[in-house]
């Protein structure tokens, strides 16, 4: 743990402090009691640099025998980043991964050509009640890398940076930002950070990175005069060199952005594309299901059942 002066710089003022592009609300959805806020994409926002998807888990607080099932499904054309705050969750994959995923670490999956997995609350967790609360986001993978091989990447929270200001805290979860590296590999440029701020204390964004976004996870921020309070996504725009300021109650922030990609992206279920006929080609592969042979497998020690492809 480091004190950064990158993270006091002055403040701007004038102008430079109106730089909010567009606010999103998310789309809740209750799944049987657990409840998920979608913020991308939007309407307003496909993408916030190559950030496609930006789900909030929870919070939810699950009785005994009770959990989370979500069976083996296919991805293609992306990278899944899972950052829990509360809880633990069992992820198992083709490439044979068998990983508990815990607080404060960063588990990025990349699909590239094709890659299936699972995501349970199983064992010893449905023995007692227990608590989840978390983020999932999809990275959308540059051309050169749609056809990539699948990997598994978990860096534990002692591995990633974390920085200090006066009256914040920010851990550096995937890319480069303020000075300092994740350790985790992305396929294209990007940051994504979880930052603590006690109340009015104010956090410069990274001026590397061509798209930027915030996603108020607890509290509230100021920016241009306005105060956005929790489960509000702001988009800024390019450029700007800016701060947020944190409201009476201090603030938690999910920073994110980077590069823009090459042009928009096809999303159809899990999988995510440059074109049509990947989408389609990626489609067929899993309604065939030859898991034998086939484009797709099913996670070692979770095949018994898996996600079929909706009609549509």
Same mark, same amino acid.
């Given at each position: ?31 049987? !009691?657990?409840?998920?806020?979608? =913020? /991308? +994409?939007? &309407? %307003? ?5 190559? $950030? ?81 609360? !978390?983020?999932?986001?999809?990275? =959308? /993978? +540059?051309? &050169? %890398? ?5 990997? $598994?990447?978990?860096?534990p929270e002692t591995a990633l940076p974390v920085l200090e200001g006066k009256g914040k805290t920010v851990r550096l979860i995937l890319g480069r930002a303020w000075g300092s590296q994740a350790p985790v590999p992305t396929a294209s440029e990007t940051f994504y950070a ?32 306005v105060e956005h309070a929790a489960g509000r996504m702001l988009v800024f725009r390019p450029g700007d060199a800016l701060s947020v300021r944190a409201g009476g109650q201090g603030a938690r922030l999910m920073l994110l952005g980077g590069a823009t990609m090459e042009g ?49």
């Amino acid at each position: 743990m480091s004190w950064n002066p990158i993270l006091d710089p002055s403040l701007p003022i004038g102008d430079a402090v109106d730089a909010i592009e567009t606010v999103i609300v998310p789309r809740a959805r209750d799944l049987g !009691g657990f409840e998920v806020r979608r =913020a /991308l +994409p939007s &309407a %307003a926002r496909q993408m916030v640099g190559p $950030f496609i998807f930006f789900d909030q888990m929870g919070p939810a607080e699950f009785l005994t025998g009770q959990g989370i099932d979500v069976r083996p499904h296919p991805h293609i054309g992306l990278a899944t980043v899972t950052y829990l705050l509360k809880g633990r969750m069992h992820h198992r994959d083709s490439l044979g991964t068998d990983q508990w995923i815990t607080p404060g670490e960063v588990n990025l999956m990349t699909a590239g050509h094709g890659i299936t997995h699972s995501e349970r609350t199983d064992g010893p967790m449905r023995a007692a009640p227990h608590a989840m609360f !978390g983020l999932q986001t999809w990275l =959308a /993978l +540059p051309l &050169a %890398a749609e056809d990539s091989a699948p990997a $598994f990447h978990n860096a534990p929270e002692t591995a990633l940076p974390v920085l200090e200001g006066k009256g914040k805290t920010v851990r550096l979860i995937l890319g480069r930002a303020w000075g300092s590296q994740a350790p985790v590999p992305t396929a294209s440029e990007t940051f994504y950070a979880d930052a603590k701020l006690a109340e009015g204390a104010a956090l410069p964004l990274p001026d590397n990175h061509e798209d930027r976004g915030i996603y108020v996870l607890a509290g509230s921020v100021i920016s241009g005069g306005v105060e956005h309070a929790a489960g509000r996504m702001l988009v800024f725009r390019p450029g700007d060199a800016l701060s947020v300021r944190a409201g009476g109650q201090g603030a938690r922030l999910m920073l994110l952005g980077g590069a823009t990609m090459e042009g928009p992206r096809h999303i159809w279920w899990n999988f995510v594309a440059s074109s049509k006929e990947r989408i389609e080609a990626a489609k067929e592969a899993w309604r065939t299901g030859d898991w034998a042979h086939g484009r797709f497998r099913l996670p070692l020690g979770d095949d018994g059942e898996f996600i079929p492809a909706p009609d549509r």
